[in-house]
């Protein structure tokens, strides 16, 4: 039966290469590289509308040229939706995997206990992967957007204000509070919008909109670079389609010009 491999070598995403310059998932019975001993695979689920869905790691160097690797990120150009998805779980349950060896009770070894939990061989203790939460808010002001540059954007596009969530506090606060933090204006009307899975390393992004309710804008210099509110019709560059913060940006955007 043919099978999805979603293979990652050094978080590069494997795809088969094509005669046409298309890209895709390596859908085969067997894996598309050798399989050694030591090779964890991991069967995921749900599946995919027509085939079981697998994945596991490999070390480089890639030596077969009907297979490029690629970032994450970059596979979208070239995957359907509902397989960059996939992918970004995949290197989720990856880099979960990785990064849960020991126990934190006991410091025994963690076994897979079922496809998406572990328990601890000495102790018992079950773990599942952990999702790291976060929020992002579109800021608006009649007809301007406040957007800022953070110091740890590799291109200078300008995004939304985006933070993680702390312990004790609901979404809406915690997007007042870094709203505050990162530039020093309180919001009003604060609203959700949608969520997305953020595979980068293990996030969940949870978009939101919101109007300035005052406040001096000051920019918080230790994590944000440059930042400033733009009229709707004269904005800088943005974050590419994949994010979350586009899509927030292109709905308001529709909204302003009717």
């Not at 300035?212 to 943005?238: K, N, V």
Request: proline share 6%.
């Amino acid at each position: 039966m043919k099978k999805y491999w979603f293979v990652f070598c050094q978080n590069e995403l494997l795809l088969e290469r094509h005669a046409d310059g298309t890209y895709s998932i390596p859908y085969q019975e067997e894996p598309p590289t050798t399989i050694h001993p030591w090779t964890k695979i991991h069967h995921i689920s749900p599946p995919l509308s027509d085939g079981e869905v697998e994945t596991y790691q490999i070390m480089p160097p890639m030596t077969d040229t009907r297979y490029v690797t690629m970032p994450l990120r970059t596979s979208y150009q070239h995957l359907p939706m509902e397989e960059y998805l996939k992918a970004g779980k995949c290197q989720e349950i990856l880099y979960w995997d990785a990064n849960t060896k020991y126990c934190g009770v006991c410091g025994g070894m963690m076994r897979l206990h079922t496809d998406i939990s572990k328990r601890c061989e000495q102790c018992g203790k079950e773990v599942w992967p952990q999702l790291a939460t976060a929020v992002i808010c579109l800021i608006s002001r009649g007809d301007e957007v406040l957007l800022i540059r953070a110091n740890n954007f590799k291109r200078k596009f300008f995004g939304l204000v985006a933070g993680f969530v702390e312990t004790g506090e609901t979404l809406e606060e915690a997007v007042a509070r870094e709203a505050m933090e990162e530039t020093g204006i309180r919001l009003k009307n604060i609203r959700y919008h949608s969520s997305q899975p953020w595979p980068y390393p293990c996030g969940l992004m949870v978009g939101f909109y919101a109007e300035y309710d005052g406040g001096e804008l000051h920019l918080q210099r230790s994590e944000i670079a440059d930042g400033g509110w733009f009229h709707y019709r004269s904005l800088p560059e943005i974050p590419e389609k994949l994010s979350i913060a586009r899509q927030l940006i292109d709905h308001w955007l529709e909204e302003k010009k009717g």
